[in-house]
């Protein structure tokens, strides 16, 4: 007989005693079992995370490549964290086991932490492989969710990806919260209306203050005291919470009819608008995608509006023309900065008010949130738990199913937070979204190609795109190391079978296949598609979530709706006109308290290159996983440096504070 030594942890988890009897038997490459052996009725204590104990097996025994576990149902069935086991042969040989699951289920099978293609298993663990995918699509089965959308998770969340102990916690107020509650019930409780702008700058100024003692850092104040400048203005364009609906314009629309004469005092450069433009100095952001979406009353407003912006001698981008409408004429004037001061103060309102929605439902939901379930759906469905692809997206897909399911239920149902904030419900939020869906693609969400197909390589100050490739190109050699680690040709990406179905299984959660369908063929390929799926969950997420207290926090600067109708003429607006535009005192304080919650990192926020939970095992991994952390290191100092010379920092792309997933 020969003795097996085995450790078994649950880490430090709230709830993670087990008060059920865990079985465990060892399984080795030959199919055989050793006995099944109790690990302890009454395991671990909240102050307990390991236990050790012996297995006696046969001497033929061989290498120990799977453990299963069986817990015994008693009147109550309580989960139970499994974190890793390890099992250390005779000979002094370990082979490690990394679970990182609540186990509800009668009987879990874990493989041997090694990483593996397919392809590469004997015949039986291949069947075993199959048949554990066939039980995982049975309860992570695609929905079509709400229509035009990409699909969803079907029925409750389960279990092995929903919060954690911790993150649920972390969603509890804490004492700077309870600060916003009390300038939020004092929003609601106000007796008087607001009046004026400077009613929303004390409110600012008060919190602002709230910020200083918790040392939060912020561009509140940056925000507050420069919010209606053009060159702030035009600055949110490129570093803003939706830095990716600017573009160059080399020829301007058929429905905006700027001429040279509407701008010529503009266009610092002594040069025609004609020449402006050839010579790249132009850009434009259309909110084309709103027009015809309905509003959700008809004490609210809606436009869809362009805007011409310019790049001048300074190398500051600012705004020059402003069409409200989709729709030239008398009606629908084109504003300019020399216009009477509320007048261009109330059509940027609406420029940044259009921009609020498209931002919050098109490049946040849509593009962060909805597309990592997909990957996540997909991870699950088509690989197994020991496919190093699996290892690798497992951290980026955390808490997104679970976050997302929340979403549905309480920010864009029929009675959600943004039913009450915006200008639209449920059947505007379905067309606008049923309008993004036609235009995402594949090609959208690689972003040197997203970046390259707006024409925006060389706009000086554009720290979104600056980080961003950094953020990307790092990303990127640390998923080709990776993938050179298991693939060792090209032919390798081909046979596998589960990442070319995981591929597939991806489309068609994406509601429109065909825009996804770039073949798989090589490691390049891999590589790239994998770097697309962590930058979404990681970096595309932090840029366009972490800044929306900076920038809606100032009511005036991101309305999140309208109460009067766009004008129609020029001279008819005053600032009485403005206030009573602006969301009232109710929506306000929402707002407040929305863009607070949903900026706020959790209490053990996991950043990009932390990986506590170690699924890989293998030495050349984990070796990656360090260059990655180095690297990463490297590009926070460059930041952070940088950020020392500029009065407005940009650091919603320091990999210091790029969660891991989406997760908020």
């Known amino acids: 007989m020969s003795t097996y030594k085995v450790f078994v942890s649950t880490g430090i988890h709230e709830f993670g005693e087990m008060t059920n009897s865990i079985y465990l038997t060892l399984i080795d490459s030959n199919d055989q079992s050793s006995d099944r052996t109790l690990v302890n009725k009454t395991f671990l204590s909240s102050f307990e995370t390991e236990i050790s104990f012996d297995i006696c097996v046969k001497d033929d025994f061989g290498d120990i490549v799977q453990v299963k576990l069986e817990k015994e149902k008693h009147l109550v069935n309580v989960q139970w964290f499994c974190e890793n086991i390890k099992v250390k042969a005779p000979s002094g040989k370990c082979f490690e086991f990394p679970c990182y699951l609540w186990i509800a289920d009668d009987e879990v099978i874990i493989r041997e932490g090694t990483a593996r293609l397919p392809q590469d298993d004997p015949e039986w663990l291949k069947k075993q492989r199959r048949e554990e995918l066939e039980s995982t699509q049975k309860i992570f089965r695609w929905s079509e969710g709400i229509p035009g959308y990409p699909m969803c998770l079907e029925g409750e969340v389960p279990p092995e990806v929903r919060f954690d102990a911790d993150k649920s916690s972390s969603f509890k107020w804490n004492s700077v919260k309870a600060a916003v509650d009390a300038v939020v019930l004092m929003l609601e409780n106000c007796i008087h209306p607001l009046k004026d702008l400077a009613d929303f700058e004390k409110i600012l100024e008060d919190f602002e203050k709230i910020l200083e003692d918790f040392k939060i850092d912020n561009n509140l104040r940056s925000v507050r005291q420069y919010w209606s400048k053009d060159y702030m203005f035009g600055y949110q364009f490129l570093n803003g919470c939706n830095p990716v609906m600017i573009r160059k314009c080399v020829e301007l629309p058929d429905n905006f009819p700027v001429t040279h004469e509407m701008v010529e005092g503009f266009l610092k450069r002594g040069v025609t608008l004609q020449e402006e433009l050839k010579a790249g100095n132009i850009y434009i952001a259309d909110y084309k995608i709103l027009d015809g979406v309905p509003t959700s009353s008809s004490q609210l407003y809606l436009a869809a509006p362009i805007c011409l ?284 308290g929305t863009v607070w919650d949903l900026t706020r990192f959790q209490k053990k926020e996991l950043f990009l290159g932390m990986y506590p939970e170690m699924c890989f095992t293998e030495q050349p991994v984990k070796e990656a996983i360090e260059n990655f952390q180095i690297n990463l290191h490297e590009v926070t100092n460059s930041i952070k440096s940088r950020n020392e010379g500029l009065t407005t920092k940009y650091s919603y792309l320091s990999p210091n504070k790029i969660p891991n997933s989406v997760a908020i």
């Open 309 to 592: 912006l310019y790049k001048n001698r300074l190398d500051k981008t600012v705004p020059i023309a402003i069409q409200l409408s989709q729709n030239p004429g008398e009606k629908s004037p084109i504003f300019v900065p020399s216009d009477n001061e509320y007048d261009w103060m109330l059509a940027k309102m609406w420029v940044k008010s259009a921009d609020f929605i498209v931002h919050q439902l098109v490049t946040h939901l849509l593009k962060t949130h909805l597309i990592s379930e997909v990957f996540e759906m997909a991870m699950y469905r088509k690989l197994s738990a020991v496919h190093p692809v699996y290892k690798l997206l497992k951290p980026h897909v955390r808490f997104t199913i679970a976050i997302n399911s929340d979403a549905r239920e309480k920010l864009i149902s029929k009675d959600g937070v943004f039913s009450k904030i915006s200008s639209i419900e449920v059947a505007g939020m379905d067309k606008l979204m049923q309008s993004a869906m036609k235009t995402l693609t594949y090609e959208s969400l690689c972003f040197p190609e997203a970046i390259k197909a707006r024409g925006m390589e060389d706009l000086p100050k554009y720290y979104y795109r600056d980080d961003g490739m950094k953020i990307w190109e790092t990303i990127n050699c640390f998923v080709s190391a990776v993938v050179k680690i298991y693939y060792d040709s090209d032919e390798a990406v081909q046979n596998d079978t589960e990442i070319q179905e995981f591929f597939k299984d991806v489309s068609f959660g994406m509601n429109n296949s065909d825009k996804f369908q770039k073949p798989l063929k090589t490691r390049e390929d891999l590589s790239e598609y994998l770097t697309v799926v962590i930058f979404t969950a990681s970096a595309q997420h932090s840029a366009v979530n972490f800044g929306q207290f900076d920038w809606y926090a100032c009511i005036p600067n991101g309305p999140s709706t309208m109460r009067k109708p766009p004008p129609e003429q020029k001279g008819q607006v005053d600032m009485k006109y403005i206030m009573e535009s602006l969301p009232n005192l109710e929506c306000s304080s929402l707002v407040f």
